[in-house]
């Protein structure tokens, strides 16, 4: 398991740890404070770096929410990241890195499949990052509490 990720010197950031825990892990800031970038830090370090056993074959995956709301049809939303989640399950080498998450989850009224994705995350069978403007994780905090506190 991935415990702490250390940046330095990478785009924006000068020198940054972030530590992970069991549960329900975000990024949080507004747009440009970094968030993509210490995702990028983590895919190039398991790409160059030498990394723990357990982790030398990882891939991250990234799903640009906003893309994939405008060339997927809504009804059909589920259904698509169903097919992400079971194929990111079975391969077990798989992080679904979501970037603009909180589109996701209601906080721009357009869609919410917080019930859908809730027991998933709650499962933490499939490793995810979920990336948040301050504004989204404080919607989904206020919102949708059973998901922010998993």
């Excluded at 640009?64 to 399950?89: C, M, Q, Y």
């Excluded at 989850?105 to 809730?118: A, E, H, K, P, R």
Aim: aromatic share 10%; with cysteine.
């Amino acid at each position: 398991m991935l415990s702490t990720l250390h940046i330095k010197n990478i785009g924006i950031i000068d020198d940054l740890s972030i530590n992970f825990e069991e549960g329900f892990n975000v990024l949080t800031g507004e747009t440009g404070a970094g968030k993509h970038i210490c995702v990028q830090g983590l895919a190039d370090r398991l790409l160059f770096d030498t990394v723990p056993t357990q982790l030398k074959y990882l891939q991250i995956y990234q799903i640009d929410v906003s893309s994939l709301l405008t060339s997927v049809d809504a009804n059909s939303i589920e259904k698509v990241l169903n097919e992400l989640l079971v194929e990111a399950f079975h391969a077990k080498n798989i992080v679904l890195f979501f970037n603009n998450a909180g589109q996701l989850f209601g906080s721009d009224q357009i869609i919410d499949v917080s019930n859908f994705l809730q027991p998933i995350i709650s499962a933490g069978r499939v490793r995810m990052i979920f990336s948040f403007a301050d504004s989204q994780w404080q919607y989904l905090k206020t919102n949708k509490p059973a998901i922010s506190a998993v």
